[in-house]
């Protein structure tokens, strides 16, 4: 009897192994040639590398500036390191020999012109809501590129998730495949600033935190998550922000990489907005605008600006400086006050009152702490702006003296912990 129990759990086990084969198995798309540029039209190119700056292509396809998209960057995660791969036409180390077929498959599907299982850091979860005309249009782009020979480095994964064939099961669990669906009770504007958001611009992959195994919380979407060690803040409306985002300060961060009542691009986000946005039409970032400010269910520009107002007026209210000021006031008015003092009817993007500071409002404080030692370059932010780092200027002590300061008066917010250890983690 046992012999038969255990011959029957050998079969099934083998039966279940066949069926996750058959299932995982993708056959290979045959090579071609790699085409000449000026088989595409113009006019594709150009709607194409519109569409690769809404995706951002070019900042994690790019480690040298001088071989744009040849990929190589490095991007560490809980289960090892991923290196992005070669997007030029480069037969050999890049996509030169893959025909249009092959690369909507990789975009729509996750799966190689070889028929391998791609990693879902290639974030195929939003490129397959694509239509077919922008993936045409990205891959005539992509295409018309410089070929640049360039291996990039192996991945290093963890066994067992090394094993791409394991990634069918992974996406039985967590990927739907399927074009965006127009929603009929929202504006036209609305519809356009959701689908670049969901497909090519893939917004939620820095903004909803992840499971165990990688793939976005459906179950928190838009709630905000760490990375690249940077804080990528909620897009809905949990973000605590004291000023909600309006159309029109949603559309000035994204166009110029600031807002009076945001602050500043930083990090990953100043990427996007200067590197991914550059090109995009205004209409498609008014658009995107009008998705964000829902998604938030932000009030309008007049009633952002009063509550913006009104948190600069009760931080001006509580700050009485005297000769018993604590370490972090006493850092805050000499070395901060004199640029980060807004009144409150007249918010300044380029010198932000700390009152309306998301960094500040954040639940971690990472964001705050990078920005304090590292400063804010002319590359970020906003053209002709910048903040110095205070790295060697003030110890530890003091950098957790000073920003435990603003969290306890700028904000409602319970304390950060730990301030000088993650100060002291987030050094150079």
């Known amino acids: ?58 900042t994690c396809h790019t480690t040298d500036p001088d071989q744009p998209l040849a990929g190589g960057r490095a991007m560490p995660t809980p289960f090892g390191t991923l290196y992005s791969t070669n997007i030029t036409p480069d037969p050999e180390t890049g996509i030169g020999q893959w025909s249009e077929e092959a690369f909507a498959r990789a975009m729509r599907e996750g799966v190689s012109r070889s028929g391998s299982q791609l990693f879902p850091a290639f974030p195929y979860t939003h490129f397959t809501k694509m239509t077919d005309d922008d993936v045409s249009d990205l891959y005539a782009y992509l295409m ?124 990953s986000m100043a990427d996007v907005v200067h590197a991914g946005l550059r090109l995009a039409p205004d209409s498609d970032l008014r658009a995107l605008a009008v998705w964000l400010s829902d998604l938030a269910q932000a009030s309008d520009t007049n009633q952002a600006h009063e509550s913006a107002a009104s948190a600069i007026r009760t931080v001006h209210s509580t700050q009485n400086p005297s000769a018993m000021m604590s370490e972090g006031e006493r850092l805050f008015t000499y070395a901060c006050a004199a640029c980060h003092y807004n009144t409150p009817e007249s918010p300044n993007t380029l010198r932000p009152d700390m009152a309306l500071n998301s960094a500040i409002s954040a639940p971690t404080p990472v964001n705050l702490i990078r920005i304090t030692l590292n400063g804010v370059s002319l590359k970020e932010g906003m053209p002709d702006a910048m903040m110095p780092g205070f790295s060697e200027a003030l110890s530890d002590r003091q950098i957790a003296s000073l920003l435990g300061y603003l969290r306890s008066t700028h904000t409602d917010q319970p304390a950060w912990t730990d301030l000088e250890q993650q100060v002291r983690d987030q050094r150079p």
């Open 1 to 58: 009897m046992l012999k038969k129990i255990l011959g029957g759990l050998i079969a099934l086990g083998a039966l279940v192994l066949a069926i996750f084969l058959f299932i995982a198995w993708e056959s290979s798309i045959d090579p071609i040639s790699p085409p000449a540029p000026d088989s595409f039209s113009q006019e594709q190119i150009t709607r194409g590398e519109l569409l690769a700056g809404l995706g951002n292509c070019q």
């Open 144 to 267: 018309s590129r410089r070929a640049i020979p360039a291996e990039p480095p192996e991945n290093t994964l963890e066994f067992p998730f090394n094993i791409r064939l394991l990634l069918a099961g992974w996406k039985l669990l967590f990927f739907e495949e399927g074009r965006y669906e127009t929603d009929d009770s929202k504006s036209e504007a609305w519809n356009r600033g959701a689908y670049i958001a969901e497909g090519p611009g893939h917004c939620s992959a820095c903004h909803t935190p992840r499971n165990m195994l990688g793939a976005e919380d459906a179950g928190n979407a838009w709630e905000g998550a760490i990375v690249n060690n940077w804080y990528a803040p909620p897009l809905n409306a949990s973000n605590h922000t004291p000023a909600s985002w309006a159309e029109a300060e949603a559309y000035q961060y994204l166009r110029h990489g600031g807002s009076p009542l945001h602050g500043v691009a930083v990090g």
